[in-house]
């Protein structure tokens, strides 16, 4: 177990439709990070929160959107899923990498399936 | 172009050989260098990191970083059948936390 708790670990959804993926981070990670690893792109950044707020934004479509909350917990919500949006979504912790060289911890991930 | 180029695979080697991995990278603001480990359905576990260029070795792997070639490396010393897994590279200038990731390299060891 690698600290990080995410939810569901699968999903199925029709398109169209709305999902919220939910991440824990470890305890005494400020900084969430979401990515989306489909077979043709690897893993791409999305976006990244740190204490709350906004710290960097990526490849994250206008239809995807995150929040960190006061307890650190993170939601990514994406809305008029498309059959493209089908992939594997990860959230990371780190503390704030600035401050040293050591990467993130992932969680397990979430696999969304649009049919 | 893609920021960080790693060859997809797969690589299929026999129990006991040495394995070596590769990405090369455009972007010479890069100076933190990490290699990640992904089995099969679980998220990426981190193997390696090291600090701008030069070697790091932990145990039957060796990381290896040449910023001259804008090139990077991971050996991996009598390879096992538990090593088989897909192995990221990743990589992140100074002072920032976003990491930039190779889209991986699959690799089996056959008994």
């Known amino acids: 177990d690698s600290g990080v708790t995410q939810t569901p670990k699968h999903l199925i959804t029709a398109t169209g439709q709305r999902v919220t993926l939910r991440c824990s981070p470890r305890?005494?990670?400020?900084?969430v990070y979401w990515y989306q690893q489909s077979l043709d792109q690897g893993l791409q950044f999305l976006i990244q929160?740190?204490?709350?707020?906004?710290?960097a934004k990526g490849n994250i479509l206008e239809r995807f959107s995150a929040q960190q909350f006061p307890d650190l917990h993170s939601e990514l919500n994406l809305s008029s899923l498309e059959l493209g949006d089908s992939a594997l979504y990860f959230c990371?912790?780190?503390?704030?990498?600035?401050?040293?060289?050591?990467?993130?911890?992932f969680g397990s991930g979430t696999r969304l399936t649009v049919v | 172009q893609k920021e960080v180029e790693q060859d997809p695979g797969p690589l299929s080697v026999p129990e006991g050989a040495i394995v070596s991995l590769n990405c090369t990278y455009s972007?010479?603001?890069?100076?933190?260098f990490m290699w990640y480990r992904q089995y099969s359905r679980k998220g990426p576990e981190l193997l390696m990191y090291?600090?701008?260029?030069g070697n790091k070795e932990d145990g039957r792997f060796t990381a290896q970083v040449d910023k001259s070639s804008k090139y990077i490396s991971l050996f991996i010393r009598d390879s096992q059948p538990s090593d088989s897994a897909t192995y990221l590279c990743?990589?992140?200038?100074?002072?920032?936390?976003?990491?930039?990731f190779g889209t991986g390299t699959r690799l089996q060891v056959f008994p």
């Open positions: 305890s005494g990670d400020l900084s």
């Open positions: 990743a990589m992140r200038r100074y002072n920032t936390d976003k990491l930039i």
């Open positions: 990371a912790s780190s503390v704030t990498l600035a401050r040293g060289n050591y990467g993130y911890t």
């Open positions: 090291t600090y701008s260029s």
């Open positions: 929160y740190y204490n709350g707020e906004e710290r």
């Open positions: 972007n010479s603001a890069f100076q933190y």
